[in-house]
């Protein structure tokens, strides 16, 4: 489900390695199949047109992972909706590693600096997105973990997220790849004033204040906003 920029190809791609994970060639990770929902109802027809992307034989499961439906308001509740008994899996991020990241995506892709800051800048705001998922899925049928969790202790993580979606965690075709995390165009940096990061890393302090509330458990040490190294 999310977020944006940590991580998420990679861990879905392994979990696609599992025995029991059926994905259809022509689907792709991310269907973004909600995203067009801000200005009309989800039909009946809708529902089915979504669940025809999952085909899987019996006792097998199957999903994508679209980082935006946590961020747009409105796909959260349009999802619990058309897949009610649906399972969640959300992966974070250190928000200052995944706002340098997201900003540097968005400039290769054509985005003027000015949209690209605001953009990565409110996705990092981790609380009133999980708030929002919270309200509309119960607790018990969302995964939350870390990037950097995932990356230290891959194989417990890998463990954890196959028991949450009731798959035998043995199954699994080979070891984990793990990939090299895509490095951050210095002009990024460069492109970013001398108050920005300062002021940045208080706002997602502060923002982490209230996710500590919503997610206790989580271990987020490791986060520069949290003083973690």
Do not use: N
């Not at 022509?26 to 025809?52: A, M, N, Q």
């Not at 043995?170 to 002009?187: A, K, M, Q, S």
């Not at 990061?197 to 502060?206: M, Q, S």
């Amino acid at each position: 489900m999310g977020v944006q920029r940590a991580g998420t190809s990679w861990w879905f791609d392994e979990l696609c390695r599992h025995a029991d994970v059926h994905r259809a060639r022509d689907v792709p990770k991310e269907l973004h199949f909600f995203d067009g929902f801000s200005d009309r109802e989800l039909t009946g027809d809708d529902i089915s047109r979504y669940h025809r992307w999952f085909p899987r034989p019996e006792g097998g499961i199957a999903g994508e992972w679209t980082p935006r439906y946590v961020y747009d308001p409105w796909s959260v509740p349009l999802l619990a909706k058309a897949a009610p008994a649906v399972r969640c899996l959300l992966m974070l991020r250190d928000p200052i590693d995944r706002f340098r990241s997201a900003l540097t995506f968005q400039r290769r892709r054509g985005v003027s600096h000015q949209d690209a800051v605001l953009d990565a800048y409110h996705r990092g705001l981790y609380a009133s997105q999980v708030a929002r998922l919270l309200q509309h899925v119960p607790r018990d049928r969302v995964l939350v973990f870390t990037y950097e969790e995932a990356r230290s202790s891959p194989r417990a993580t890998r463990r954890s997220t196959a028991e949450f979606l009731g798959l035998d965690p043995t199954r699994f075709e080979g070891d984990i790849e793990l990939r090299e995390p895509h490095h951050r165009d210095r002009r990024t940096d460069r492109d970013l004033s001398d108050e920005i990061v300062p002021e940045l890393t208080e706002r997602y302090r502060a923002d982490l204040t209230s996710l500590a509330r919503l997610l206790p458990e989580l271990d987020v040490g490791r986060w520069s906003v949290s003083g973690g190294e």
